[in-house]
């Protein structure tokens, strides 16, 4: 079963995007094990903060990410962008060169928004990024979820069998990315 480390981009409580990760995780069931990466306690990043190693927060990160087998990066849009939370962790995960836990994984972008366009401007900014560190980015399918609290219930299950659909089809797209770039 793969595992796959979730980098929601929001650090809100409520967030629409982490309601979003943990329902894809619902859907996704027992067919891969996904990990909701804990970022609030990662500082800005500093490189005068690795004297002699990153803080623990960091070093933690960096390790679920190494042990996990595909990235799914879940990501608000704030200003056109994709947030300051998913720079900083990919910055984190980057440096010192030649030690990226980014590099090789397989990796998805999705996010949702109360917007008619969901994400899709801040995935666009963010392709560019995590194609630069060296992730294997899945191109198709795209999400772009314009996000409606009637989709889910309380416990995070998607209620509307077209958005149900939809988002399963994504996972499974997903699913398959992971198997196909998998090392040996």
Not at 15 to 30: D, E, H, T, V, Y
Not at 174 to 180: M, S, V
Request: glycine share 8%.
């Amino acid at each position: 079963m793969p595992r796959v480390a979730v980098i929601v981009g929001s650090l809100r409580r409520d967030s629409i995007n982490r309601k979003l990760a943990q329902a894809l995780a619902k859907l996704a069931g027992s067919q891969c094990q996904f990990d909701l990466l804990e970022l609030a306690d990662i500082p800005l990043y500093n490189e005068d903060l690795f004297d002699p190693e990153p803080p623990a927060a960091v070093r933690r990160m960096k390790e679920a990410v190494t042990a996990a087998d595909a990235v799914l990066f879940v990501t608000p849009e704030y200003n056109r962008s994709f947030t300051p939370v998913v720079k900083n962790v990919l910055d984190w995960g980057s440096r010192p060169v030649g030690t990226s836990c980014w590099q090789g994984k397989p990796a998805a972008i999705v996010g949702a928004s109360p917007g008619a366009i969901g994400t899709a401007v801040a995935q666009s900014q963010l392709r560019h990024v995590v194609v630069g560190l060296g992730m294997v980015l899945m191109g198709q399918p795209e999400m772009y979820l314009s996000f409606k609290a009637s989709m889910l219930d309380p416990e995070h299950n998607v209620v509307e069998d077209r958005t149900r659909q939809f988002l399963g089809n994504h996972l499974t797209a997903f699913l398959a990315w992971i198997e196909r770039h998998q090392p040996g």
